[in-house]
């Protein structure tokens, strides 16, 4: 009798412990789901919008932080004088409602671009603009597309006497004195950037100095849509919310931030899927350039944005830049070894990502799932995902729906 | 008897134990990779001896701890093995990742010759947080010879 109530203890022991046990290392435990080891509750910190420092300086640009260049440069953005048909803006294709983005696989301005609008958030962050980074700073990409035929379509000549017939009195206040040209000292179709051959002879034709007061204008437009642009930055989405809660040890308002397949595709994401390897930081990307293994038809990347940047005129250590040269480092220590670059492009932020359909940069695919089922697929040693499951994906993805919060921006 | 029920009980709670195990985190896989980091927390230090044994090289870093993903720069001291500092070097600088096979996402290079055996480098940027690898090669007095730091960024 003693042996078997002995017998008994033991095994209910065995069966209290180990079922304990089973269901703990199973199905996440309640009271489990918002555990977090220091160092994963340090590379979460590391991902929230509180660990976003305030905008950086911008060296190469004098009017970054100028409240008259931020009101120019808004209303520049938003002005379709600029372009050759008068219909196109910055905002046709970075649509303020649509996070910036505009729902398209390839950007339509003039006519149909070969790559995707890049989201404009937390732009002021990054060190490289457009997919393939061949520009340096964000004033300097915001005049690359006004020149460019399929999406402005028109010359910097015709914008400078755009800015002399409606800006005057808005451009010398911030920039000084307009230079006196004339149509005839500087015909509006004259350019060196629009890859045609008449407007590049005209351009030759100008007087030096008139083409270099016409650059600098062009420039300052620039200089002012970028003091705009730079200010849209992310406010918190529900994920921070969830980090905010984890850090204080708040278990009912992390529940309500955050459910647990989206919590459960945190721990995938800054874990097993290592997908903070690119998308790390408040903003979710490391500005660099990765070939993912996607099919970039004949697009090389950033292989070739490395000569375009390093030959730019409007270059951080080009005459129109603000910047003393010991600042432009990232120019000066430019990895120029083009043969690692091919068909890489620039790691896109994943806030609101959710939000703003479809991906890659020339719109590959339509949903989140199907990006994260073609990294799973991909053979890129940038992207080793070939052990995540069915399941664990489609957690990845709960997870990144909970990056979409609102935007600020003037 | 009760010596045999004894040995059941130790047995029945000792797969009690085992079975918990799992669930305490107790057991868990270690990565494997390619390369293994080095075990030994003298290859991390900030002052190394070159491969032949002819400097002596110590780096600080500004900022002082090493920044993820943000441009900055290291000075470089380089002695002889007897202590004697290195006033003309000429100094390559490289970095890569062993376990993920890249390498830094800019090309940094030495600037500066402080010219009583410091050296400026400029255009360091680690893109990532691990295990990292930092070679420089020394060209002074006739002898080349090269000097590796590991770097474990978090």
Redesign the interface.
Known sequence: M??FT??TV??M??MI??M???S??GDKDPQQIHQWSEEDK?VIRSLSLSSLPPLPPDPSNAYADNPKAIELGKKLFFDKRFSANGKVSCATCHIPEYSFTDRLALARGMGTNTRRTMPLIGAAYQ?WFFWDGRKDSLWSQAIGPIESPPEHGVTRSYCAHLIIDKYKSEYTEIFGSLPKVTHKSCPPKASPGTGNAVALRLWKAMKPGDRDAVNRVYANIGKAIAAYVRRIVPSPAPFDMYVEAVLRNDQAAADRAMGPDAVEGLRLFIGKAKC???H??PLFT????HNIGIDYNEDKGRAEGIDKVLSDEFNCLGKYSDAKPEQC??L??????KS?YTGSFKTPTLRKVADRPPYMNAGQFKTLEEVLFFYRKSSS??AEHQNLTDEELLKIEAFLKTLSGPLSFP | ?LKK?GV??VV??F??FM?????MGVVSASPKSAQERPAAESAYSKTMVSKEGTFKVTYTSDPEAVP??K?HSWKLKVETADGTPVKDAEITVGGTMPE??????????VTKNYGDGTYLV??M?F???GWWEVNFNIKAGGKTDSVTFNLRL?
């Open positions: 003693p042996r002995l017998l033991a095994f022991f065995f412990t180990g304990g046990g089973v703990m290392a340090k060190s903070t390897n690119c790390m930081g490391d500005s660099g350039f480092g990232e000066r220590f430019i990895d120029s070894d690692k040693k940038e | 008897m029920l059941i009980l029945v709670l797969t009690c079975a918990l195990v799992p669930a993820v993903n441009l993920h096979g890249h390498g830094m996402p800019t090309m940094p290079s400029e255009g940027k893109s990532m947080m978090q």
